[in-house]
């Protein structure tokens, strides 16, 4: 069974916007905080935004302020909304827990993101 579809990614110009979104099962899903990570070519996977079961919300500073997480309990699927990109939010994104509060034993495939100068 696939636990984590995320989808939305492509190519966009320095500026614009993206709205990423992921589907998980509820094992995944139901009562964990969510979150959002990237991992950019050559660099390491990092946590860039999470919610929590009841909605609150911390993001990464290099995102603050550009992105916004959100979830759809009802539906089990977490997005993120991706404002005023740059070339340096260029990276693969992935949705799952929070590996801050909850174990993390499977990832899917994540959503290539590429932004343009």
């Known amino acids: 069974q696939v636990q984590l579809v995320e989808s939305g990614g492509g190519l966009v110009q320095a500026g614009g916007s993206l709205r990423l979104s992921c589907a998980a099962t509820?094992?995944?899903?139901?009562?964990?905080?969510m979150g959002w990570y990237r991992q950019a070519p050559g660099k390491q996977r990092e946590l860039i935004a999470a919610i929590t079961s009841g909605g609150s919300t911390t993001y990464a500073d290099a995102v603050k302020g550009r992105f916004t997480i959100s979830r759809d309990n009802a539906k089990n699927t977490v997005y993120l909304q991706m404002n005023s990109l740059k070339p340096e939010d260029t990276a693969v994104y992935y949705c799952n827990k929070d590996g801050r509060t909850a174990p993390i034993d499977y990832w899917g495939l994540g959503t290539q993101v590429t932004v343009s100068s």
């Open positions: 509820r094992s995944i899903f139901s009562g964990n905080a």
